[in-house]
């Protein structure tokens, strides 16, 4: 966690217990042995606490006396007492390397079962669509107070990962420390309301020709490659249609005799009993779906948990 500033400075204020001191060579293991001493009033005492040699403490001692140009510790009976300044070295020098031991320790484990992180995930709407419900599914099932934030997949890769957990699409083009992971491999298949498309499991290129179509085009084209490879064997279908989204096709297919090349995820996953889906006529090259992310994440243990859940619950079963 990101210390503030103000947290800091503390810190630093009470390292400069001792105006004007130079650091340099005053090692952070001497002022461990100094609080030690200081709390213990003993060169055995210390030693064996540090897990060191009375020799090695003693000589540690003479550095810091050294440095400080004060005896810091001087001998009192069976004991060794503070000086003034070693007495006001004491609680000041513990409580700054109290704070640099909270600064550097390892931080909480994360914990999926009792987590109540929110990851941000951007993706289109196919993403939405085919990767978003089997992802909140598995967290119901690993982590139920995890919640997941979609946003819209907008601009360069690397500027929308500053924004979010994990992008999720086609892989485009992105600046180094970028990591693209590939999720699954998505093809084609032909959409049509329940009852229009035949009984054959593949539609007939007749068919497929004759019909009228709504043509998804993200980006305003006016072609897509089912038109180039129509046109290679001499043929074309006529688009009736164009849409901007994949989420919005199946509604208009459902409600009229249109039928739509959509992705096959798309499909199988619609839950509108109105629909059906036939194989194609014809190969169409697939598009494959990957997961960027940026390297510093690499062994975030959140930011690896979400990656493996991710991986595992779009993954063919």
């Not at 055995?44 to 003479?62: E, F, I, N, Y």
Request: hydrophobic share 45%; glycine share 6%.
């Amino acid at each position: 966690m990101m210390r503030s500033t103000g947290y800091v400075r503390d810190v630093m204020k009470d390292m400069k217990v001792m105006a004007g001191v130079d650091f340099a060579g005053l090692d952070l293991n001497l002022l461990v042995t100094l609080e030690m001493l200081l709390a213990t009033g003993s060169v055995t005492v210390a030693a064996d606490r540090l897990k060191s040699s009375q020799p090695a403490v003693s000589r540690a001692l003479g550095r810091l006396r050294a440095h400080f140009d004060d005896p810091l510790l001087v001998r009192s009976g069976n004991a060794m007492s503070p000086t003034p300044r070693g007495a006001e070295l004491s609680t000041r020098l513990h409580d700054a390397l109290e704070a640099l031991r909270r600064a550097v320790e390892p931080g909480a484990p994360f914990v999926p079962a009792t987590s109540r992180r929110r990851f941000t995930l951007a993706t289109a709407d196919y993403g939405i669509a085919t990767v978003v419900p089997p992802l909140l599914e598995a967290l119901e099932r690993e982590a139920p107070g995890v919640d997941l934030s979609v946003v819209p997949l907008e601009g360069p890769v690397d500027g929308a990962l500053a924004r979010c957990d994990l992008i999720v699409g086609p892989r485009r083009d992105s600046a180094a420390g970028v990591v693209w992971t590939r999720l699954f491999h998505e093809d084609f298949v032909c959409v049509g309301r329940r009852g229009t498309l035949g009984r054959a499991t593949t539609i007939p290129l007749d068919e497929l020709c004759s019909r009228a179509h709504v043509f998804v085009a993200p980006s305003g084209q006016s072609e897509g490659v089912l038109d180039e490879r129509l046109r290679e064997r001499g043929l074309r279908r006529r688009v009736a249609l164009s849409v901007p989204s994949f989420l919005s096709a199946p509604p208009v297919v459902a409600s009229s005799r249109l039928v739509c090349v959509l992705p096959r995820r798309v499909a199988v996953g619609s839950t509108d009993d109105r629909l059906e889906w036939r194989e194609l006529p014809l190969t169409l090259p697939g598009v494959t779906i990957e997961c960027a992310w940026h390297e510093r994440m690499r062994k975030d243990p959140e930011h690896v948990f979400l990656r493996r859940l991710l991986k595992q619950a779009v993954s063919p079963h």
